[in-house]
C-alpha cells in the first residue's frame, strides 16, 4: 500500500513538473538577449526536459532551436507570439504538422498584410488556421490581462466566453507574476478561468538568460527607439529570465494546476520537423501535371522558342537535364523559380 502510494505520488509530481512554454531568443529582434543554443544549454543545466521557443511574429530560429534541442536531449517545442492589429499578443503553440503548417500560413499572412515591420493578424484569421495549434493568452501583453489589471471584469468576461467558443479546450489564460502587484492580477485571472472552464498555465514571457541581462535588452530597445536607455520604459523586469523548475513552482504554489498544465501542454506538443531533404511549396498545376510532366513541357516549349529547328542532340541533352532534375526531386524548385521569373516579366 505504501509503494503504491509512493509511486502514485512520484508519477503526480512528474505530471506537475514545471516547463517554460512563452520564451524569446534574439530572435525576437532588439528584445530578446539570447541565442536558441544558450537557451537549451540553460534549460538542460537547469534540469528542464521540455523547453518552447516563441518569438516575435517568427520562425526565424525553429530549426536551430529544433536542432539544439534535440542535440541536447531535450524536448522542443516550437510556438510563436503574434501580435494582433488591437496590439495585444497571443502565444501560439504547435502541437502537429498540421498546426506547424497553419502558423506559418498566419505569420505569412501578418507580414504580407502588414508590409516591413508592420505586421497585421486579426483574430478572425486565427479562426481559419486554429486546428493543430495551442493558443496562450499573451501574458501581460494580453487582452484578458489589461482587462483584469484595469477591473474591467464584464468585458474580461465577454473576451473569455469568445475564445472559449473559438478555441475551445485549446485555449489557455497565463499567469506571470513579477511583483507583488501582479498577484492580485493572478487571482482575478484564476476567477475568470474557473467560472468559464478555460484551463490556467503558468508562464514567465522569458527574455533574459539571467536578471543581470535586464541592461542588455533596455540597450536594445534604446536602439529600437533610438533614444538613451534612461527614458526606457519597455524592457519588461529583470525577473523575465530563465528560472529554475523548483522557483517557479514555488513562484506561483498558490495556483498548482497552472503550474502542472505546463508539461499537460507539453505533452501535447509533438510536433517534429523533417530535416535534411527540401521540402517546397508546390504550386498549382494543370489538371492532369505532375511537376516533372508540366515542367518537362515547359522546357521544350521554351527549347523550340529559341531554337530552330530542334536537333537530336538539344532534344538528348534536355532529356538528360530533365532526367537529373527529376532524379534529384527538384521539379518543384525549377518550377517556383520559372513561377518568380515570369512574375518579375
Known amino acids: 500500500m505504501t509503494l ?11 505530471r506537475g513538473e514545471f516547463v517554460h512554454l512563452h520564451v524569446h531568443s534574439y530572435y525576437s529582434l532588439l528584445d530578446g538577449t539570447a541565442s536558441p543554443e544558450q537557451l537549451v544549454r540553460a534549460a ?6 521540455s ?10 530560429g525553429a530549426v536551430e532551436f529544433y536542432q539544439a534541442a534535440r542535440a541536447a536531449g531535450l524536448h522542443p517545442i516550437i510556438g510563436a507570439e503574434v501580435t494582433l492589429t488591437d496590439g495585444f499578443r497571443l502565444v501560439l503553440l504547435v502541437k502537429n504538422q498540421t498546426g506547424y503548417r497553419h502558423l506559418c500560413e498566419l505569420l505569412s499572412l501578418g507580414h504580407l498584410r502588414g508590409g516591413h515591420l508592420r505586421f497585421q493578424l486579426e483574430l478572425k484569421d486565427l479562426l481559419r488556421f486554429r486546428q493543430g495549434l495551442l493558443v496562450l493568452c499573451g501574458g501581460q501583453k494580453g487582452k484578458i490581462w489589461h482587462l483584469a489589471r ?51 498555465v503558468a508562464t514567465n514571457d522569458v527574455h533574459l538568460l539571467s536578471p543581470e541581462e535586464h541592461l542588455l535588452r533596455q540597450v536594445l530597445h534604446a536602439i529600437d527607439q533610438n ?12 525577473e523575465q529570465h530563465l528560472k529554475p523548475p523548483r522557483e517557479m513552482s514555488r513562484l506561483f504554489r498558490q495556483f498548482p494546476d497552472a503550474v502542472a498544465n505546463t508539461s499537460r501542454i507539453a ?12 521540402v517546397f511549396p508546390r504550386l498549382e498545376l494543370p489538371r492532369g501535371e505532375t511537376s516533372f510532366s508540366y515542367l ?10 529559341r531554337y530552330q529547328p530542334l536537333t537530336r542532340s538539344l532534344i538528348d541533352r534536355l532529356s538528360y537535364e530533365l532526367n537529373i532534375i527529376n532524379e534529384r526531386g527538384f521539379a518543384d524548385y525549377f518550377l517556383i523559380v520559372k513561377d518568380i521569373v515570369d512574375f518579375c516579366h
Open 4 to 14: 503504491q502510494r509512493t509511486r502514485t505520488s512520484q508519477k503526480t509530481q512528474r
Open 44 to 49: 538542460r543545466q537547469a534540469g528542464y526536459k
Open 51 to 60: 523547453l518552447a521557443l516563441t518569438d516575435h511574429n517568427a520562425l526565424y
Open 150 to 200: 484595469e477591473r474591467r471584469i464584464e468585458e474580461a468576461r465577454r473576451y473569455c466566453r469568445q475564445m472559449r467558443r473559438i478555441f475551445g479546450n485549446d485555449f489557455y489564460i497565463e499567469l506571470q507574476q513579477y511583483s507583488s502587484a501582479d498577484f492580485i492580477t493572478n487571482i482575478r485571472l484564476r476567477d475568470l478561468a474557473y467560472q468559464h472552464h478555460i484551463p490556467l
Open 227 to 238: 533614444t538613451v536607455i534612461e527614458r526606457i520604459t519597455t524592457a519588461g523586469s529583470p
Open 267 to 278: 505533452r501535447q506538443c509533438r510536433f517534429e520537423f523533417k530535416l535534411g531533404k527540401p
Open 296 to 305: 518537362w513541357k515547359c522546357a521544350f516549349d521554351g527549347a523550340r522558342q
